[in-house]
């Protein structure tokens, strides 16, 4: 019952666990992690925490934070979620530039590359665009509202990406789907013209991301699922160029002591500009999985496991910046269950220099050092079993979101019987 | 199957009674499925529904090319089956048991008729609004069917309505470029939001009167489904909409 599971999502699950979120920068002049309705920005520049300037005279609400992320041009910030407010920052200043209010929840964020668009989704799958007057640092504009773009008949929108060439913006959603739309010339009309599907995932899809490079007009799109698959697509036919089978680790992994298990949901992909590189993480795994992309040939592999040792850091969001190629990963949640803390996030960091062996960074190597950890983090030590806990909360909310209920038949019958839409058309 | 010993089947024709595949009259289509999804076009296997048409590699022939959405009790897909009998059709229906009907109905036919009638048509159980790209390939289909579908009334529930802008824009994925949508209801309000829904889609192009009386199709309209009988029987009016997908670039 998906509309009733929905609208139940609406008002009950206020309190629903979320993972924790980051972003860095495209050339790491900053990075962002939100904990729950937190957004917590460290700069790199002047090594300092931001302060965040919102004066815009818009609802303020607290709820989770579902999506955030910078503009190609590192311009430009959004983040979005819960609280059904999408807040456009400008990535120098930190004033909050938009207010967008939306209907519904929203569940993924895009910024067109010459940040002139952003588009969001809301959890009734429809996705949203604004136009932007311009990046005006001097006043704030009064609150902004969206034009319904695409959207995806009452499903779950998990990821949204424009094309590298800004031809097309795609959506990936809970049933199993990639939709790649023609970005049109004037988007508050609607993107009619659907350029393709990309069909074979057998469960949600989770993420999505391009591997591209300059010699590249269009670039491939990268896609994790619950179905423990990343897969590669040509995005102007649709076609599946090549599956990667995430569980089969065995003899690639560096230390052979802890494999994923057999069934893994791929939470978070990020491709490495100007590479064939993409970082990859898993529910349940402890570090992060580099695959690689043969671009001529097609096919994508696993060429390396990095296990971080000791601590159970379990990444629940990674990002990486296109100048240092430092894949900083994020792992905690808001809203525990059966603690009273508003929330938990351990940040660290792997460089992926390729000539150099990558390494897992020190707290103290990390650029900012304690200091941004202590902003980002909110303390610099956490308890292992906090963290362990967390990964499991988000990995079950996870679940209870995206995955298909499977329902007996006398549930079924009751959840009909018991059905309040259903009782006015009989 | 023998139809003699199947009392849901009528003795005198052969084909299955409907009495005995009564469903609930209304289907919410925002319920989760409960039915197999294809992951993609290239995962049905269309032979189990066109065996007369399977060639020696095991493939169909040809490619579908009509589909009747929310196809009921499959009158329409009878009418047409004779009327193209070259051409592939499709039946989607949500409802369970209406579907087992027309699956029934249309085998039935398959043996009382003469000849290899009613090969060209077949019926699968599934969420239209949700699952028309895991069937259908870009272009594929020439003719889309929207036959008296449910109105839903309430201004909150016209997003479960089977035209809508958004879902307009997956039909105009599905048909190529010249093919042709087919909407009538007996429901003046639904009426009037399909057609506007039509004409604000810069994909689709409204037919000409002429090109209106010259289609065959047209009068299939509101008297070969079982619900466009009723409403004729009631002396009911009608109100119709038949669009163009035309060639587009965004
Ligand atoms: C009022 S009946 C009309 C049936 C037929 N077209 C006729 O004219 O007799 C509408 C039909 O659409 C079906 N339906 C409604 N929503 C549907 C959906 N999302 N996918 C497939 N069928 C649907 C209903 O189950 C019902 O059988």
Redesign the interface.
Known sequence: ???S?IEEGESQNKFEVAPALISVHPSQKSVAVTVGSDLRVFDLIESCAVNLVDESDGPFRKDSIRAIRYGASGKLFVSAGDDKLVKIWSAESWRCLYTVCSEKRVSAVAISSDDSHVCYADK?G?VWVVELDGINEGEVLPSKKGA?L??H???IITSLEFSPDGRYILSADR???I?V?????KPL??????Q??C????EFITCIAFVWNPELTQGYLMSGSGDSTVRLWDITS?SLLDTCEITTLTGHSESNESEPPAQVTVTDICTISNSSLAAVAIQSFQGTLLLSCDLLAHTLSITKVIKIPGESFIPTSISVSTSTRLLWMVSGASNLPGSNHPGFSRVRAISLVETEPSSILEDEQIPGGSKLLEQLQGKVAIEESVMSAAAEAVREAMSSLLM??Q?SEEK?EFRKRTRN??KT?? | MDSETKPTFSKSTGLPRKRFYRA???S?P?????FPIP???LHVDFSLHFPKFVEANSKISKKIEFADIGCGFGGLLISLATLFPDTLMIGMELRDKVTEYVKERILALRRTSSGDQYENISVVRTNS??YI??YFE?GQLSKMFFLFPDPHFKEKNH?RRVIS??????Y??VLRAGGIVYTITDVEELGEWMRSCLEK???FESLTQEELDSDPVVELLCNATEEGQKVARNGGQTFRAVFRRIA???
């Open positions: 019952m998906e509309e599971h009734f429809v319904p695409l959207s008949y009452c499903s049933d199993f789907k939709r739309t023609v970005f049109p010339k009309e609607g993107a009619h013209e659907i393709s599907f069909l074979g995932h057998t649709g298909k209920k329902y079924r839409d259903k058309t009989q | 609930r009259a209304h919410n925002l319920s989760d499925s409960h992951i993609s076009p609004m949700k790209p895991n870009k997003r802008t958004h879902l307009l824009d997956e105009a994925y889609h810069p994909m587009y670039v965004s």
